[in-house]
């Protein structure tokens, strides 16, 4: 006689832990794309990755309809896709930081996602790769400090 076996996913902890997987990954350093009809690594090697990387998870679980490179379009995708401003980071969520000068001497914003208890996942356009940091960048007043402008979570995926 065959058990019947019943299971059922518990995606809001693989999304969590896949996140967590990612640290030290270099797989979302370079995206191409023909610019003015020759190819190019828009990402620059990994300096302007983290919208490919958020976006990239998120679609994964089905979270944002699209990849997208840059952080506005990841944004605009979580508010399209029914995603939800909230005013303090729970975990699983989506983080927007300030606006600071990347090593192109343009202007960028910086999204990753919060673990919980002051930590958080991004990439790192030093390292060129997915870093864990505090999720301020450190304490306000120092150096690092990057101002949070926005918080995303979504109302149908569950985030504890």
């Not at 019947?4 to 967590?20: A, M, N, R, S």
């Not at 998120?58 to 508010?79: A, N, P, R, S």
């Amino acid at each position: 006689m065959t058990k019947i076996v019943k299971i059922e996913p518990c995606l809001f902890d693989t999304y969590l832990q896949v996140i967590k997987n990612s640290v030290g990954s270099k797989m979302f350093r370079n995206f191409y794309a023909k610019v003015n009809g020759k190819k190019k690594d828009v990402l620059n090697d990994g300096d302007l990755a983290c919208a490919f990387y958020v976006s990239s998870i998120l679609v994964q679980f089905g979270l944002i309809k699209k990849v997208h490179c840059t952080v506005g379009g990841t944004v605009f995708d979580l508010e399209q896709s029914g995603w939800r401003k909230i005013t303090k980071p729970k975990v699983g969520a989506v983080l927007v930081w300030a606006e600071k000068f990347g090593t192109d001497g343009e202007v960028h914003k910086h999204i990753g996602f919060y673990l919980g208890n002051s930590e958080a996942v991004s990439n790192d356009s030093k390292k060129r790769q997915i870093a864990k940091h505090h999720f301020t960048y450190g304490e306000p007043g120092s150096r690092q400090f990057r101002l949070i402008l926005e918080i995303w979570e979504n109302p149908n995926f569950v985030l504890k």
